[in-house]
């Protein structure tokens, strides 16, 4: 009972809509296309409490082994209480106003997005935007980023100039 909880609570997280407002502009396409990423990474956040959470429970109501229940509720906390910040964090991130942010990119690792001056940003696009970017984001190209107070851009486009 508590797995199919646990994987009913992590589909529901995952299709879940946003809880709070958003600090991003909806009538800026690009700054909605930043929400949307944005509110993609507070899931998985709300994912992984979902996953802990059910277990939790499990442990403070059903009596088993004495060292099995304590590790089984010493691991359930602590996944309810780092998923618990991480998706805090993560809703805060969501409703704070995002910065408009330019420059030349000084390299791409994946993820990672360094900056012309060494400015570095975590791009939370989806897979999809990544791809489709792929061929024109190499290092001379400049940018715009709609950025996370936590330093992870949620919408990458290419600049026609650095205003």
Sequence with gaps: MTLLLT??????????????????????PTQRSYAVNIWQETQTSLALLA?????????????????GGLILLAAAAAGTVGGTWLTLVSLESYAALPR?????VAKVDGRQLSLAGGRGVYLVISYAELADDGPWLKAGVPVTLWVSPRG???????ATSLD
Aim: cysteine-free; glycine content about 20%.
């Design 7 to 28: 994987v009913g609570m992590v589909v529901g997280a995952t299709r879940l809509g946003p809880l709070v407002a958003a600090g991003a502009d909806f009538g800026d």
């Design 51 to 67: 996953i802990f959470l059910p277990w939790l429970v499990y442990g403070l109501l059903f009596n088993g082994s004495r060292w």
């Design 100 to 104: 408009l942010v330019t420059g030349v």
């Design 152 to 158: 992870h851009a949620g919408y990458l486009g290419r």
